[in-house]
């Protein structure tokens, strides 16, 4: 595709509901990053995967937080028994990991409301 | 105290104005620097780039760094309607690939 791809656009959930994010990086991009961005902040980093591995889960908040990308393409973050402060846009992001100095795209996010 | 601060503002400015917006951070191993635009409902835009302290210009864009500081802007000249978005900056360390560590953001509105 020609953009990074996040379905659902809108997710709302019931507090201990487990929900699955998915992202779709551009076509080739070897890394791939999950933000988390809260209400009137700025995003923040959560993990990060090149092709297929995790290199750095570092900013997953709680054992709740899952992410996988199985076949170094599409990624899937989970959330497991869903909290209010969970309550946020998650966007996921992609660069073709080509040098240094490379553009990350962002998706337009899955904004998730956790009731 | 976070490590990269930003006015949340609004900023409001009408048209053709020139914008100042600006970041404080407090770790000086920051070497990348950057600026990004992000409509509402949308992913933030990279807009400018930059690595170590200096200036670098694109279009109506400039953005400046002072590491001394720890102080980083972004001048947007003869600003449009079509500039208003939340504007935040990012920065990363040297070996850290696109892990980025952003600002608040700044809201600002160009008003016609």
């Known amino acids: 595709g020609a953009g990074v791809s996040q379905s659902p656009r809108y997710k709302v959930a019931k507090r201990g509901q487990d929900v699955a994010l998915r992202c779709d990086p551009i076509?080739?991009?070897?890394?791939l990053f999950w933000y988390q961005q809260a209400l009137g902040q700025g995003p923040e980093f959560l993990t990060y995967?090149?092709?297929?591995?995790?290199?750095?889960k570092s900013g997953l908040p709680s054992d709740r937080f899952f992410a996988e990308r199985p076949e170094g393409s599409v990624s899937t973050l989970k959330i497991q028994r869903t909290q209010q402060e969970d309550s946020a846009v998650y966007l996921c992001?992609?660069?073709?990991?080509?040098?240094?100095?490379?553009?990350?795209?962002f998706g337009s996010g899955t904004q998730l409301s956790v009731l | 105290q976070k490590e990269v601060e930003q006015d949340p503002g609004p900023l409001s400015v009408p048209e053709g104005a020139i914008v100042s917006l600006n970041c404080t951070y407090s770790?000086?191993?920051?070497?990348?620097f950057m600026w990004y635009r992000q409509y509402s409902r949308k992913g933030p835009e990279l807009l400018m780039y930059?690595?170590?302290?200096g200036n670098k210009e694109d279009g109506r864009f400039t953005a400046q760094v002072d590491k001394s500081s720890k102080y980083i802007s972004l001048f947007i000249r003869d600003s449009q309607p079509s500039d208003s978005a939340t504007y935040l900056c990012?920065?990363?360390?040297?070996?850290?690939?696109?892990?980025?560590?952003f600002g608040g953001g700044t809201r600002l509105m160009v008003k016609p």
């Open positions: 992001a992609s660069s073709l990991n080509r040098g240094k100095h490379e553009k990350l795209f």
């Open positions: 990012a920065m990363r360390f040297d070996n850290a690939g696109n892990m980025l560590t």
């Open positions: 995967f090149q092709n297929e591995a995790q290199l750095d």
């Open positions: 770790n000086s191993a920051f070497q990348y």
């Open positions: 076509s080739g991009h070897v890394s």
């Open positions: 930059t690595y170590s302290s």
